[in-house]
């Protein structure tokens, strides 16, 4: 999988500086250290998300994560079986969730962020990606998360970091792009 990430983030093009910063610093950790991948990875590791909205990019889910205690976007991290980081994207959105029928748009990540990590490691990488549900979706919360909640893009709760709402934002702009 190694060959695959570093290919996959080479080949990911962004006009942000900070952006494409992280970009290096994802690709550096992952030619330089065997354990990028591994939750035991230190001093920090990658993981993989999906921010999920409905087909009509109006409502996003999130989860209330049981450690932080904030509304986030589902992931985590990577698991020996993953062949490639959108799989463990899209199988960390299906397990957290509770949707099945889950849909990733694109082969590229929508974004990229580094935030300090609950886990023992001092960072994730988390290399973000979009999923779209099915419109009769129903949620439901996994151990992983106090609660699962549909959300108006417009009315966002309180209790999320900025990287969520850019996320949302990017999110958003993919899918009503595409439409």
């Not at 998300?49 to 889910?61: C, E, F, N, Y």
């Not at 960072?123 to 699962?148: G, I, N």
Request: with cysteine; proline share 6%.
């Amino acid at each position: 999988m190694r060959d695959a990430t570093l290919a996959l983030l080479a080949s990911w093009h962004t006009d942000d500086p900070r952006q494409a910063a992280l970009r290096d610093l994802f690709s550096e950790r992952i030619r330089d250290d065997d354990s990028w991948w591994s939750r035991r990875g230190r001093p920090d590791h990658l993981t993989a998300s999906a921010m999920v909205l409905d087909p009509q990019a109006q409502r996003v889910l999130l989860g209330l994560h049981r450690k932080v205690r904030l509304w986030l976007q589902f992931g985590g991290h990577l698991e020996p079986d993953d062949t490639s980081l959108r799989d463990a994207a899209l199988r960390e959105a299906r397990e957290e969730s509770g949707v099945d029928d889950l849909a990733l748009i694109g082969d590229a990540p929508l974004r990229l962020d580094r935030h300090a990590a609950p886990c023992g490691a001092r960072y994730h990488l988390d290399v973000e990606f979009l999923a779209v549900a099915p419109p009769d979706a129903r949620p439901h919360t996994s151990e992983e998360s106090l609660d699962v909640r549909w959300f108006d893009v417009n009315d966002l709760p309180a209790s999320i970091d900025d990287s969520v709402r850019r996320l949302i934002d990017d999110a958003v702009e993919v899918l009503t792009s595409q439409t």
